[in-house]
C-alpha cells in the first residue's frame, strides 16, 4: 500500500461513523493524504458545522507532524512544559496558517514501513464522556483499511 | 427538505461517475442551505487546490442561491455593485463556473461544486450531478 484511493477513504470513513453512531454523537470524519490534502469528507446529519474544518484540520496535524494529535494536546499541558516558556507546544499554535489541531482525534495513517501516506480525522464525540472518542473512532477507521489490503 | 449526508453522497457519486467517463479527474464538494460543508471527494491523482476550489464554488452556489459564474455580474465596473469583489465574503467567494445551487422546487436546499476540468467541463459535471445524483434522491 503506498497511497490511499478514495475507494480506500471511503471505507475508512464508514468505518469510523459505525463508531461514531455506536458512541451517540453525530461527527465529522476526514481522511487526507500523505500531504494533508483532503480525499474525502463527510458530515453525518446532525453534526455541527464547525466539526469539518475541525475533522480536516486534525487529519492534516496528524501528516504535518507525524504523530497524533493527543501526542499535539500533550504538548501544551503545563505541567509538561520545561523551564523555559516556549519549550513546550505554544510556538506551535501558530503554524501552518493556524491550522495546526491540539485536540486529540486526529492520527496519521502508515505503510508497512511506517512511512505516513496520510491521516484520519474525527470531530463531533465528546472526550472522556463515554468509552468511544474522537481517536476510537480514527483509529476504527485506520484497522479498516488493513482489513483488506494485507 | 433539508440537505443530509445521503444526498449528499449520491450528488458526489454522479459527478465522480460524469467526471470519469469524460476522463478528468475532479473535486466534488456538497454544501448545505447555509453553505456550510456536507461531503466532499477528491478524485485519486487529482490536484490538490481542487479541493479547495471546489468548496468555495459550493459555498457561492449556495448562498447566493445562483450558479456561481452568475456571481460575476455583481462585480461589473459599470454596476452600481462594483467593489464587491473586495468584500471578504468568508474567503470563500469565487466566480468561476463550476458551482449550481441545489434545488427542490423553488427552494434551494444547498449546493454543488466541482473543480478539476475546464469551466465548461465543471459545470457539465455539475448538471449531471444534480439531474442523475440529486433526481434520484430518497
Not at chain 2, 479527474?25 to 442551505?33: E, F, H, I, K
Request: glycine share 12%.
Amino acid at each position: 500500500m503506498e497511497k490511499i484511493t478514495l475507494e480506500m477513504a471511503e471505507k475508512m470513513l464508514e468505518a469510523a461513523e459505525r463508531w461514531a453512531v455506536l458512541a451517540g454523537y453525530p461527527s465529522s470524519i476526514a481522511v487526507v493524504d500523505e500531504a494533508g490534502a483532503v480525499i474525502a469528507v463527510h458530515r453525518m446529519d446532525g453534526a455541527g458545522p464547525m466539526t469539518t474544518d475541525i475533522s480536516i484540520n486534525k487529519a492534516f496535524s496528524a501528516v504535518y507532524s507525524g504523530a497524533p494529535t493527543l501526542m499535539l494536546a500533550r504538548l501544551l499541558d503545563p505541567r509538561l512544559t520545561g523551564k523555559t516558556i516556549g519549550s513546550g507546544g505554544l510556538g506551535l499554535l501558530t503554524q501552518a496558517k493556524l491550522r495546526l489541531m491540539f485536540i486529540p482525534g486526529g492520527n496519521p495513517i502508515r505503510d508497512g514501513e511506517m512511512k505516513v501516506i496520510g491521516g484520519i480525522g474525527c470531530s463531533g464525540i465528546p472526550d472522556g464522556v463515554g468509552e468511544i472518542s474522537d481517536t476510537t473512532a480514527v483509529q476504527a477507521g485506520y484497522a479498516a483499511i488493513y482489513e483488506e489490503h494485507d | 427538505m433539508v440537505m443530509n449526508i445521503d444526498i449528499a453522497k449520491k450528488v458526489i457519486k454522479a459527478a465522480i461517475q460524469q467526471a470519469q467517463e469524460m476522463n478528468r479527474l475532479c473535486s466534488v464538494a456538497v454544501v448545505d442551505a447555509r453553505g456550510f460543508l456536507v461531503a466532499l471527494h477528491r478524485m485519486d491523482q487529482a490536484l490538490i487546490p481542487t479541493v479547495d476550489i471546489a468548496r468555495d464554488k459550493a459555498w457561492t452556489a449556495a448562498t447566493f442561491r445562483m450558479p456561481s459564474s452568475d456571481v460575476g455580474r455583481f462585480g461589473d465596473p459599470s454596476s452600481p455593485g462594483f467593489g464587491f469583489n473586495t468584500q471578504n465574503w468568508n474567503d470563500r467567494l469565487t466566480t468561476i463556473p463550476g458551482g449550481l445551487p441545489i434545488m427542490d422546487g423553488d427552494q434551494v436546499v444547498g449546493g454543488v461544486g466541482v473543480s478539476g476540468g475546464t469551466p465548461e467541463e465543471d459545470v457539465t459535471v455539475c448538471r449531471a450531478a444534480l439531474d442523475k445524483g440529486f433526481a434520484s434522491k430518497a
